[in-house]
């Protein structure tokens, strides 16, 4: 749930509704709908939801590192999170957080490592979408990833007008073969 519409006064109404309507657990997004995704999210509900219901409660909205999650848990005491755009920007953030939960040391994954993922991203969205479609959705991780990654942002600069299959392929090091017969063979 979000916080409410277009103010937080439901917030505690609405998840009293859930838990009795049979949540299992909740997952509070601690933003209302008109506050779209503008930070900052305010975990300072999410302690509020907790004490309203008996299922368990988790923290959503703007985790993008493991400092942000550090915070976010002392201030909403939630020992549970959701992640989303922060795990698309960085998609070993749920392992970095993993590790710094169990005191080990965080080993973040770096350009090189994130590279066959990008490589299985784009052969799953050739697979799946139109020609014109396909460069798009990979431009939109590689925007995402440019949070995080300078590489992402050199890479982006080169693919930002490429809409032809071969050279976005190329580009992301999968040169030869055209990339959707690849992926239809598969
Ligand atoms: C790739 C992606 C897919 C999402 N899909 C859904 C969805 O199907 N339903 C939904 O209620 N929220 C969806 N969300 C919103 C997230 O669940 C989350 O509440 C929101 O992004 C705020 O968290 P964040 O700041 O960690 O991104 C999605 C978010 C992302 C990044």
């Known amino acids: 749930m979000r916080l409410g519409f277009d103010s937080p006064d439901g917030a505690l109404v609405c998840a009293t509704a859930l838990a009795e309507g049979g949540a299992a657990h909740i997952v509070v997004h601690a933003r209302t709908k008109t506050d779209g995704y503008k930070p900052p999210a305010h975990w300072e509900w999410i302690p509020r939801v907790q004490d309203v219901v008996k ?23 939630a020992e549970d999170i959701m992640l989303g755009r922060g795990l698309v920007a960085r998609p070993d953030l749920a392992l970095q957080i993993a590790a710094a939960r169990a005191g080990e040391e965080v080993v973040e994954m770096t350009w090189a490592q994130l590279q066959p993922m990008l490589r299985d991203f784009w052969t799953q969205s050739v697979a799946q979408l139109t020609e014109r479609q396909a460069p798009g959705r990979l431009k939109q991780w590689l925007a995402m ?20 299959l071969e050279q976005v392929a190329r580009l992301i090091g999968m040169p030869g073969r055209h990339a959707r017969s690849m992926a239809l063979q598969d």
């Open 55 to 77: 299922v368990p409660v988790f923290a959503n909205g703007d985790i993008w590192s493991v400092e942000d999650w550090q915070r976010c848990r002392e201030i909403s005491g």
């Open 145 to 164: 990833l440019t949070r995080n990654y300078p590489e992402a942002v050199e890479l982006f600069t080169l693919m930002r007008r490429e809409t032809d």
